[in-house]
């Protein structure tokens, strides 16, 4: 993967960076650690410069958000509440009422999430989807969008230029980042599900006491 996503860049310099970060959003496995470090690289020995790299970069990851929060509208709350309902929605144990929680949630802390979330492998890309669901107004999704994936990028081109042809020593550090913070949300998505099932089994307890 990531020979191929260096040829491409190679090939196609900001427009390669742009299409790769595009798909990146969408197919979280491409790494946009790769893509952003040699990009900042690539200004050391090209005639790229890194200004250019993080515009690419940034509308690649508008591109790819913006079409994930799509989906996420297609995939609104009614259909899901339909879902859940159904037979095989029942397996899941979950209710009309918990679809309605969760989207008030994101209501109320939706722009926080959308901006933080863009520093958090895979969940980077996801957020895009239950913004969408929600309906998080699009001028709000986007300017948020903007500046998570700015900063991001930024910081990954400039630090890919500085370090030069050093760069995969930096990427080795971001591996290890990212296969932390798949632990830790591994853990909290864990925690998070034990807790709700108990909350409801309380709930269901005293219902039919």
């Known amino acids: 993967m990531q020979e191929m996503v260096i040829e491409i860049m190679n090939n196609f310099g900001y427009l390669g960076v742009f299409l790769l970060i595009a798909i990146e959003n969408i197919f979280p496995p491409i790494p946009s650690e790769v893509i952003l470090l040699f990009g900042g690289f690539m200004t050391t020995f090209t005639d790229m410069n890194v ?3 993080i515009i690419a970069s940034t509308l690649g990851s508008l591109l790819g958000a913006i ?15 339909k879902i859940i309902t159904s037979k095989y929605g029942k397996l899941l144990r979950l209710t009309p009422e918990d679809i309605d929680k969760a989207d008030n949630w ?9 901006f933080f979330c863009r520093f958090i492998p895979l969940i980077r ?4 989807i239950p913004a969408g669901m929600s309906e998080m107004p699009m001028k709000k999704f986007l300017i948020y969008t903007i500046l998570g994936s700015a900063i991001w990028n930024t910081a990954l081109t400039i630090a890919g230029s500085i ?11 971001m591996d290890n980042y990212s296969h932390i913070i798949v632990i830790l949300l591994a853990i ?17 307890t005293k219902h039919h006491k």
């Not at 909290?188 to 269901?204: C, V």
């Open 51 to 53: 200004i250019g790299v």
């Open 67 to 81: 079409a994930l929060y799509y989906i996420g509208k297609i995939l609104n709350k009614e259909r899901l509440k």
């Open 106 to 114: 994101f209501d109320t802390k939706g722009n926080k999430t959308v």
């Open 125 to 128: 890309s996801l957020i895009s």
């Open 163 to 173: 370090v030069g042809e050093n760069w995969t020593d930096i990427l080795e550090i």
């Open 188 to 204: 909290a998505f864990l925690i998070a599900i034990i807790i709700f099932y108990k909350k409801r089994k309380k709930k269901t």
